[in-house]
């Protein structure tokens, strides 16, 4: 029912930065919350940060707070991730995700479980 595509991964050096975007597409009325997930290699995928579409509420990773921000183009059906002062240990790859038809209440959840509809991934690579 829903459609997201990432994009805007790349190769970077730390300290530096990176945009991605998540384009959404289908039946995006039906979207509660949203979020920007990473799996490093060996690794369990892990919440970076999430945002409830309706109230614009925001949740982070204490390992990307002050780094990273999770935003929003409703009119546009994207989410954004900007991501400052990167590290060696971002370097993952990241994925846009989406709850489809149940409401997410409180501060939208960190964690991968709740999401139900994920987009293919974009891979980050950050060297030192």
């Known amino acids: 029912q829903v459609q997201l595509v990432e994009s805007g991964g790349g190769s970077v050096q730390a300290g530096g930065s990176l945009r991605l975007s998540c384009a959404a597409s289908g039946r995006t009325y039906g979207i509660y919350c949203m979020g920007w997930f990473r799996q490093a290699p060996g690794k369990e995928r892990e919440g970076v940060a999430t945002?409830?579409?309706?109230?614009?509420?925001?949740a982070y990773a204490d390992s990307v707070k002050g780094r990273f921000t999770i935003s929003q183009d409703n009119a546009k059906n994207t989410l954004y991730l900007q991501m400052t002062t990167l590290q060696p240990e971002d370097t993952a790859t990241y994925y846009c995700?989406?709850?489809?038809?149940?409401?997410?209440?409180?501060?939208?959840?960190?964690?991968?479980?709740?999401?139900?509809?994920w987009g293919q991934g974009t891979h980050v690579t950050v060297s030192s």
């Open positions: 995700a989406a709850r489809y038809g149940s409401p997410c209440y409180g501060p939208p959840p960190v964690l991968p479980g709740p999401y139900n509809s």
């Open positions: 945002i409830h579409t309706g109230t614009g509420s925001t």
